[in-house]
C-alpha cells in the first residue's frame, strides 16, 4: 500500500480544534489497515504572522508542493485586523490555492435528512438535498491586476480591482463541471453576469462552446449570477452541479451552506489540473467554514466539515472511495443518534463539543467496520 503524505494547516481560530478530530481519525484509520497515511504539520494565516511575520513562509510552500494533499483548518481573526495587507492572514490561503494552482474547487451541499430543521429554509425545500458548487478559484477578481488603491490628491481615493479571464480558465473549470455531472444526475447550470459583465459574457460564450464540442450529452442551463442565488433559496433541488466564477463562487458556496443547516457541515476540495504521466494532481482540502474566532479555543466547533474535507481527499487524491463512503455514513449516522454541536442543535438532541462529536464519529466506523 502507497504511503500518502499529507501536510496539515491548521491556521488560526477554531482551525486548529477542529485539524485535532482530523488526527485522531488518521490514526484510527492508520490502526485499523485502511492505508498509511503521514502527516506534517506547518503555520499558515495569523499563526504564520505571529512567528515570523508572513501568513505563510518558504519552507512550508516548499512542503505545499511535496506533499500528496493539504489539509487546511481555517485563516483570520480579529486580532490580525490591522496588519499590513501583503501579510494578512488570508494571503497564505490565496498564496496556496494560486502557486500550487488549485483552479477547481469543489463545494458540495448535502442536507443530511437529520438536519433538515436546523436549516433556516423549510424542511421539504432542503431535505435530501444534494448539489455541487464547481467554482473558480485561482482567476477572476481575487487575482486581476491591476489591485490597487491610489491616492488621487484631492482628499479622495480610487481603489481598483480587476475582474480578468481568459479562455483557457473557462475552458478547463466548465470541463470539471460537465464531467463531474456526468456522475450525477447530468446537468450543469452555469452562473455568470453577462447582461453587465465583459467576463460574464465570455464566460457564457465559452462554457456554450465547450458543451457544444465535448458534453452535449449534459443538460446545460444558464441563470444570471444574481437570479441564481435567489433560486437557490428558493427552490435548490432544481440543482445539480453549479460552475461559477471566483467571487460569486465565493458568495453563493455560503448561501448553499446554510441550506444544509450550518456552515459548519460543508467540506470543499481544491484541484489542480491532473498530470498526465503521474496521473496525479496538487489538492487541498478545507472546511468552508471561517476560523469562528467568537467561539475559538472553546471546544465547541463542529468539526464535520473538517472531517468530512479529509473524506474529499480520500475520495479525489487517494482513489479511496470505499473509505470516504464509510466516514460520510459514519457521520450520518452521529446525526441520526441526535448528537448536535452548537451550530445545529435542536430540540431533543444531544448537544456535544468538538471532541465528542470526533469520538462519535470513530465509533460510528468502529461499528460500521465491526
Ligand atoms: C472561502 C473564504 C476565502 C475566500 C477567504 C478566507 C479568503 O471565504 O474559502 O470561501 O474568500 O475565498
Ligand atoms: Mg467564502
Same mark, same amino acid.
Request: charged share 25%; with cysteine; proline share 4%.
Given at each position: 500500500m ?8 491548521a491556521g488560526?481560530g @477554531?482551525g486548529p480544534?477542529?485539524m485535532?478530530e482530523?488526527k %485522531? /481519525?488518521v490514526a484510527w ?5 485502511m ?7 506547518g503555520?499558515?494565516g495569523?499563526?504564520?504572522?505571529d ?6 513562509d518558504e519552507a512550508?510552500?516548499?512542503k505545499a508542493q =511535496?506533499c ?6 481555517a ?5 490580525w485586523?490591522?496588519?499590513?495587507y !501583503?501579510?494578512r492572514p488570508?494571503?497564505? #490561503?490565496?498564496?496556496l490555492?494560486?502557486d ?11 442536507c443530511?435528512p ?6 433556516? #429554509?423549510k424542511r421539504?425545500?432542503?431535505?435530501g438535498?444534494?448539489?455541487v458548487i ?7 477578481? +481575487?487575482?486581476?491586476?491591476?489591485? *490597487?488603491?491610489t491616492?488621487?490628491g484631492n482628499g479622495q481615493?480610487?481603489?481598483?480591482d480587476t475582474q ?5 480558465e473557462?475552458?478547463r473549470?466548465?470541463?470539471?463541471a460537465f464531467e463531474l455531472a456526468r456522475k450525477?444526475?447530468?446537468?450543469v447550470?452555469?452562473?455568470?453576469k453577462r447582461?453587465?459583465m465583459?467576463?460574464?459574457v /465570455?464566460w457564457?460564450?465559452v462554457? &456554450?462552446?465547450?458543451?457544444?464540442r ?7 442551463e444558464h441563470q444570471? =449570477? !444574481?437570479?441564481?442565488g435567489?433560486?437557490?433559496v428558493?427552490?435548490?433541488? &432544481?440543482?445539480d452541479?453549479i460552475?461559477?466564477?471566483?467571487l460569486?463562487g465565493?458568495m453563493?458556496?455560503d448561501?448553499?451552506?446554510? #441550506? *444544509? ?6 467540506p470543499?476540495a481544491? /484541484?489542480g ?9 496538487k489538492?487541498? +482540502? ?5 476560523? =469562528?474566532p467568537?467561539i ?5 466547533a463542529?468539526? @464535520?466539515?473538517m472531517?468530512?474535507?479529509?473524506a474529499?481527499?480520500l475520495?479525489?487524491s487517494?482513489d479511496r472511495?470505499k473509505e470516504?463512503d /464509510?466516514i ?6 452521529a $446525526?441520526?443518534k441526535? $448528537? %448536535?454541536?452548537? !451550530?445545529i442543535k435542536s430540540e431533543?438532541?444531544k448537544l456535544?463539543? *468538538?471532541?465528542?462529536m470526533? !469520538?462519535?464519529?470513530?465509533?460510528e466506523?468502529e461499528r460500521?467496520?465491526?
Amino acid at each position: 500500500m502507497p504511503t500518502h503524505k499529507l501536510l496539515l494547516l491548521a491556521g488560526d481560530g @477554531i482551525g486548529p480544534e477542529v485539524m485535532a478530530e482530523v488526527k %485522531r /481519525l488518521v490514526a484510527w484509520m492508520n490502526a485499523h489497515g485502511m492505508g498509511t497515511f503521514e502527516y506534517d504539520e506547518g503555520l499558515v494565516g495569523g499563526s504564520a504572522y505571529d512567528a515570523h511575520g508572513k501568513a505563510i513562509d518558504e519552507a512550508t510552500m516548499a512542503k505545499a508542493q =511535496a506533499c500528496d494533499a493539504v489539509i487546511f483548518g481555517a485563516v483570520g481573526g480579529p486580532k490580525w485586523d490591522k496588519v499590513p495587507y !501583503d501579510v494578512r492572514p488570508e494571503a497564505g #490561503l490565496l498564496r496556496l490555492r494560486k502557486d500550487l494552482g488549485l483552479f477547481a474547487n469543489i463545494r458540495p451541499a448535502i442536507c443530511y435528512p437529520a438536519l433538515a430543521d436546523a436549516s433556516s #429554509l423549510k424542511r421539504d425545500v432542503v431535505d435530501g438535498l444534494d448539489i455541487v458548487i464547481i467554482r473558480e478559484l485561482t482567476g477572476g477578481v +481575487y487575482f486581476g491586476e491591476p489591485k *490597487t488603491i491610489t491616492d488621487l490628491g484631492n482628499g479622495q481615493k480610487r481603489a481598483v480591482d480587476t475582474q480578468v479571464y481568459d479562455t483557457y480558465e473557462i475552458e478547463r473549470i466548465s470541463r470539471v463541471a460537465f464531467e463531474l455531472a456526468r456522475k450525477r444526475n447530468n446537468k450543469v447550470t452555469s452562473m455568470e453576469k453577462r447582461n453587465v459583465m465583459k467576463t460574464g459574457v /465570455l464566460w457564457n460564450e465559452v462554457v &456554450q462552446q465547450v458543451h457544444a464540442r465535448e458534453f452535449k450529452d449534459v443538460t446545460l442551463e444558464h441563470q444570471l =449570477a !444574481d437570479a441564481g442565488g435567489m433560486q437557490l433559496v428558493r427552490w435548490p433541488k &432544481q440543482f445539480d452541479v453549479i460552475v461559477t466564477d471566483n467571487l460569486f463562487g465565493d458568495m453563493l458556496s455560503d448561501v448553499a451552506a446554510m #441550506l *444544509t443547516g450550518s456552515l459548519g457541515m460543508l467540506p470543499s476540495a481544491s /484541484l489542480g489540473e491532473m498530470d498526465a504521466k503521474t496521473r496525479t494532481r496538487k489538492a487541498m +482540502y478545507e472546511p468552508v467554514h471561517g476560523s =469562528a474566532p467568537d467561539i475559538a479555543g472553546n471546544g465547541v466547533a463542529n468539526p @464535520i466539515a473538517m472531517i468530512a474535507s479529509f473524506a474529499m481527499a480520500l475520495r479525489y487524491s487517494f482513489d479511496r472511495g470505499k473509505e470516504a463512503d /464509510l466516514i460520510e455514513k459514519a457521520i450520518a449516522a452521529a $446525526l441520526d443518534k441526535g $448528537l %448536535r454541536t452548537a !451550530d445545529i442543535k435542536s430540540e431533543g438532541c444531544k448537544l456535544v463539543g *468538538t471532541r465528542e462529536m470526533g !469520538d462519535a464519529v470513530i465509533a460510528e466506523m468502529e461499528r460500521l467496520t465491526a
